[in-house]
């Protein structure tokens, strides 16, 4: 396919202000972090990740199994995808796995971002370790069940909800009413119409769409929430409830990252587990001698509970502390791809992977990209700003673009230092005249700061004026590529792209490297 050409500049994380220290210090490899993690994600060190991973081949099977079982959702399996599933039996095939909430029409772009990062890591893999295969795996967060999250997009700047009064795992969610938001969309999106008119519930449309949009690169999707699997987790749920052993190594290791001077990103519970069945996904918690879900009248002594687990796995679902275990254990994972919050809260998971003898994952940041189309691109070069500026509040940048027209930026500061130098003086001869008048001098002064403040702020308005259409020209620029203020791919949807880019998907796949680890800009030329 040929793609459209773009003109590529990768930057430093640290060089857009838009991401955290924990990110920048990580990415420097700094040594206060080196404790939390297991290796920096380097070629070579995928190659002692190979070593380490151990997978066995019932482990392979079961997996198997379950994803043709998965796949049965889909009419016609690409067959790159369904090669990609048969060799997840072979023992020399290990995964690579980003994942993500099930947000509706992808959500924001950076679902995109992650699953692009995920394939061409496999792409690098796979020419650095011709011997072994490598499949990129998108882990569907089925159990999710933060509706309110997920049930929205952006598109061309106006926001589409999804209204349902469903509860439980959203994965299980029926997507029949759905149908009303369809109409309201500006024109058809086949991909996604198809997806959710005909799909059973959301897990499986979300399925279709990344089948549609990613099978070409063999991408496999997978759903947690399923028995067979969920057996790999039963050991964890019966020390979870009998020793809340992910609670006491989490909290430590939060602790230690805090001293460090890092802030943990989320919080261990005594216990890390949710209740699931139809319509349900609620807390269990211990009250003395009793098990309770809460929010029902659901409640089991620890032998109950234990028996339950055995009996029913799939009843079962890790929080946020735990999911990142379960994923290791059922995958034949070499490394973890998410944002930057993503992967700062995986560090404070890797005693938890010691205690149960997983091998931690390599934890790469996923991705991220400014895109700026042909006619932004003409707007910014008009404006005689290169891509980097762009990273700067609006004030800044108009202080820029002043300069560039020959303004110089209007301060009266040296004129408040004069006047304020002569009251200084007049007030001292108040004091050496008439004491009392020394308050009626004080009182002049600061009005006559106060002029000269409103005048400052006159001489600054007229200025801006003379320069009014240029302005509003850089605040819509900046608007279009940082909506609300903040980075494109927290906001806009595919869809805002990919309607006007057809080949959006394949430029993102040529520009993107998995492990420079820059913010990529792409510029259409």
Request: proline share 4%; net charge negative.
């Amino acid at each position: 396919m040929e793609v459209q050409t773009m003109k590529i500049t990768n930057v430093d994380y640290a060089a857009t202000g838009a991401f955290s220290k924990t990110i920048t210090d990580y990415l420097c490899c700094s040594p206060q972090l080196q404790p939390f993690y297991n290796r920096f994600p380097t070629l070579e060190a995928f190659g002692e990740q190979l070593k380490e991973k151990n997978f066995s081949q019932e482990q392979r099977q079961t997996l198997y199994q379950a994803l043709q079982e998965q796949y049965t959702s889909i009419s016609e399996v690409h067959p790159n995808v369904q090669q990609n599933i048969d060799l997840l039996r072979q023992p020399n095939t290990y995964t690579v796995t980003t994942g993500h909430q099930l947000n509706i029409f992808t959500g924001p772009l950076y679902f995109v971002y992650k699953i692009i990062t995920a394939i061409n890591t496999c792409r690098q893999l796979q020419q650095q370790y011709p011997e072994y295969r490598f499949v990129p795996v998108y882990w569907m967060a089925t159990e999710d069940h933060d509706f309110a999250e997920i049930n929205y997009f952006n598109l061309f700047g106006k926001k589409y909800t999804w209204e349902s009064d469903q509860t439980g795992a959203v994965g299980r969610f029926s997507t029949e009413s759905m149908a009303q938001l369809l109409e309201e969309l500006p024109e058809a999106y086949p991909v996604f119409e198809e997806a959710y008119r005909h799909s059973k519930n959301l897990a499986d449309a979300t399925r279709a769409i990344t089948h549609e949009l990613f099978g070409e690169y063999g991408l496999v999707s997978i759903d947690g929430d399923h028995s067979e699997l969920k057996k790999a987790l039963t050991p964890v749920v019966e020390k979870e409830l009998t020793e809340q052993l992910s609670h006491q190594l989490v909290t430590e290791t939060s602790q230690q990252l805090e001293e460090a001077g890092y802030k943990p990103q989320v919080y261990s519970r005594e216990i890390n587990l949710f209740y699931l069945t139809d319509n349900l996904r609620e807390r269990i918690v211990q009250e003395g001698d009793k098990y309770k879900v809460l929010n029902t009248d659901l409640s089991y002594t620890l032998e109950e509970l234990l028996q339950e687990a055995q009996q029913h796995p799939e009843r079962f679902s890790p929080n946020v502390i735990l999911r990142p275990l379960y994923e290791e254990l059922i995958l034949p994972n070499l490394a973890y791809i998410g944002g930057g919050a993503e992967v700062a809260y995986w560090f404070q998971l890797k005693k938890l992977f010691e205690t149960y003898n997983v091998a931690f994952p390599l934890l790469m940041l996923r991705n991220s990209a400014l895109y700026i189309s042909r006619s932004n691109a003409s707007r910014m070069h008009k404006l005689g700003l290169q891509p980097l500026d762009l990273f700067q509040d609006f004030q800044e940048l108009k202080k820029q673009l002043s300069s560039q027209l020959h303004e110089e930026e209007i301060s009266l500061e040296a004129q408040r230092e004069a006047v304020a130098a002569a009251f200084a003086e007049v007030e001292k001869l108040a004091e050496s005249i008439d004491p009392t008048l020394v308050k009626a001098v004080g009182a002049e002064a600061q009005k006559a700061a106060n002029s000269l403040h409103m005048l400052e702020k006159k001489l600054s308005k007229a200025r801006d004026s003379k320069h009014e259409q240029t302005f509003k020209q850089l605040e819509n620029l900046k608007e279009k590529l940082f909506p609300g203020g903040t980075l494109q791919e927290r906001k806009d949807n595919l869809l805002t792209y990919q309607t006007n880019n057809p080949d959006f998907i394949p430029a993102l796949v040529e520009a993107f490297d998995p492990l420079e680890f820059k913010f990529t800009i792409l510029e259409e030329a």
